[in-house]
C-alpha cells in the first residue's frame, strides 16, 4: 500500500528565515504530488502540483517555490518567510490526474 | 469561477443518530465528487467519491447523494459515533485540481 510522509510537523521560524518543507510518498512510482495550505482549519488552497520529476505547476504567485528532485520527493521552500506565509502545509499524492488526492498529516508553519 | 459550498459550517448530532452534510457546485461541466474528512491536526482522509454517472454510491456506513439538476450532493453518515466528530469537505476534481468547499464541522454529542 501507499504511504506518504511530511515532515516536520510543526514549524516555528522568524520573519526572513528560508524555509524547507519536505514530502516523500511510498508505495507507487510516478505519483503525482501536489502542494496546498489551509488557513484558518478551512478550505485548502493549491500551490503547486507536479506531474514528474522536475516538473512544477504553480498555481498562485506567491512567496513559494516547489521543487520535485526524485520522483517521489516534493519539496516547498523559501528563500525568506512573511508573517503571511503561516499556515498548515498539506502534500497529497495521487495516481493520476483523474483520481483521488490523498494527503500526508501536514506541517504547521509559524511565523514569528 | 467555478466553486464549491456547503451550506452549513457546523453541524451537531446525538450520537447515533444519522448525519447530513450537504455540498452545493457551480459548475456543470464538474462530472466527479469527493468526500474528505479531517480530524483535528490532520491531514484530509479520503471518504468515498462519485462521478457524475451515478446519483448514489454506498460505502462503510456513508452513502454519498448527487443531484446535477440542483448541482447539490449530500454526505449521509449513518448511526453517527463520537469518532466521527471532524470537518468534512466535498472536494470538486477538475482537470486535476481539487476544488474545496469550506468544510462542514461535526460534532457528536454523547
Known amino acids: 500500500s501507499q504511504t506518504i510522509h511530511q515532515w516536520p510537523a510543526t514549524l516555528v521560524q522568524p520573519v526572513g528565515s528560508p524555509l524547507s518543507l519536505e514530502c516523500t510518498v511510498e508505495g507507487t512510482s510516478n505519483p503525482n504530488l501536489y502542494w496546498y495550505r489551509q488557513a484558518a482549519g478551512r478550505g485548502l488552497q493549491l500551490l503547486f502540483y507536479?506531474?514528474?520529476?522536475?516538473?512544477i505547476s504553480s498555481e498562485v504567485p506567491q512567496n513559494l517555490s516547489a521543487s520535485r528532485p526524485q520522483d517521489r520527493q516534493f519539496i516547498l521552500s523559501s528563500k525568506k518567510l512573511l508573517l503571511s506565509d503561516s499556515g498548515f502545509y498539506l502534500c497529497?499524492?495521487?495516481?493520476?490526474?483523474?483520481?483521488?488526492?490523498?494527503f500526508g498529516d501536514g506541517t504547521r508553519l509559524s511565523i514569528l | 469561477g467555478e466553486s464549491v459550498g456547503l451550506h452549513l459550517p457546523t453541524l451537531s448530532v446525538q450520537e447515533g443518530d444519522n448525519s447530513i452534510i450537504n455540498c452545493a457546485y457551480s459548475n456543470s461541466a464538474s462530472d466527479y465528487f469527493i468526500w474528505y474528512k479531517q480530524e483535528s491536526g490532520k491531514g484530509p482522509q479520503f471518504i468515498i467519491d462519485i462521478r457524475s454517472n451515478m446519483d448514489k454510491r454506498q460505502g462503510q456506513r456513508v452513502t454519498v447523494l448527487l443531484n446535477k439538476t440542483v448541482k447539490h450532493l449530500s454526505l449521509q453518515i449513518a448511526a453517527t459515533q463520537p469518532g466521527d466528530s471532524a470537518v468534512y469537505f466535498c472536494?470538486?476534481?477538475?482537470?486535476?485540481?481539487?476544488?474545496f468547499g469550506q468544510g462542514t464541522e461535526l460534532s457528536v454529542k454523547p
Open positions: 507536479s506531474v514528474g520529476i522536475g516538473q
Open positions: 472536494a470538486d476534481l477538475q482537470g486535476g485540481k481539487l476544488i
Open positions: 497529497a499524492w495521487s495516481f493520476s490526474t483523474g483520481q483521488p488526492q490523498h
